[in-house]
């Protein structure tokens, strides 16, 4: 199916990401990874990247991170040409969470979000001044969770974790925050906080874009504005969440069945028999 950019709005908004004709191929097989994708993520949205496993979310994920090139095609990030600038220091503008991210469990979880500062798994203390430290202090508390601070973080709960991650993120100030699954493994009220989380944060800060992938459309909070639906390293549809959080888009994307749901700015989806049964 060709891709579809079902009522894609045009904004007068900076490009945060730009990505055409990009091409990722597997270098030890040739294997096609993402194919032909064209994406332009703008300041103050906030998408939603769904697809099965294996449909290349994590690859795209990580040429947004600009942790890798593509093997053709461009990627601008933050208006700088992967393969014409230091990626090390785009990486620093660019705020990154997962599950997976290494932090030392015994550090308490202001440390945590100090680190996000230097960019470092262990702290740097000469890096951080009295104005770095109350900066730490204030993420916490915009996360809801100041009272953890002291709290070692191997320790705190899963979804404490995750809005420890997100805080940590946000110390560079970036204009655009990547998350990798950032609801793995929560149980429900978790989740619920996390939610909410991430809906103050787009609230609070207007100009932030961020990337969220996940599995599950009840982890989706009210402040999407954006899907773009992979399948097989394609882009099968991107667009206004309207638009491509159907019952039609998701059954092609994910080859069964699926019904959408949405209540109060939340959605929700199930699935029935596979196609064709």
């Not at 954006?226 to 969440?241: M, N, S, W």
């Not at 309207?242 to 939340?266: K, N, P, Q």
Request: with cysteine.
């Amino acid at each position: 199916m060709a891709e579809a950019r079902t009522g894609e709005d045009v904004s007068d908004r900076e490009a945060v990401v730009a990505l055409h004709g990009v091409n990722v191929h597997r270098h030890t097989s040739g294997q096609v990874i993402l194919s032909e994708i064209d994406w332009t993520v703008r300041a103050g949205e906030h998408w939603a990247l769904l697809g099965a496993n294996g449909a290349g979310k994590t690859i795209l994920l990580r040429l947004l991170g600009a942790l890798m090139h593509p093997t053709t095609g461009s990627v601008e990030v933050l208006g700088s040409r992967l393969g014409r600038v230091d990626v090390r220091e785009l990486r620093a503008c660019i705020g990154h969470v997962s599950t997976a991210q290494r932090v030392p469990q015994d550090i308490d979880a202001h440390t945590v979000v100090l680190t996000g500062h230097t960019g470092t798994v262990q702290p740097l203390w000469r890096k951080y001044d009295g104005e770095v430290r109350r900066r730490g202090h204030e993420l916490l508390a915009e996360l809801d969770i100041k009272e953890l601070a002291d709290r070692p973080y191997g320790v705190c709960s899963g979804g404490q974790r995750a809005r420890v991650l997100i805080a940590r993120a946000l110390m560079a100030e970036p204009a655009l925050l990547l998350l990798d699954e950032p609801f793995n493994a929560l149980d429900l009220p978790s989740r619920e906080d996390l939610v909410e989380a991430m809906q103050r944060l787009a609230e609070s800060r207007p100009e932030l874009a961020t990337v969220t992938v996940t599995h599950h459309l009840e982890e989706l909070s009210p402040a999407i504005s954006h899907t773009l639906l992979l399948r097989e390293g394609r882009v099968l549809a991107r667009g206004p969440v309207a638009d491509t959080l159907t019952d039609s888009w998701m059954t092609s994307c994910f080859g069964r069945r699926i019904t959408v749901v949405r209540h109060e700015g939340r959605w929700a989806a199930y699935s029935g028999r596979r196609q064709g049964s």
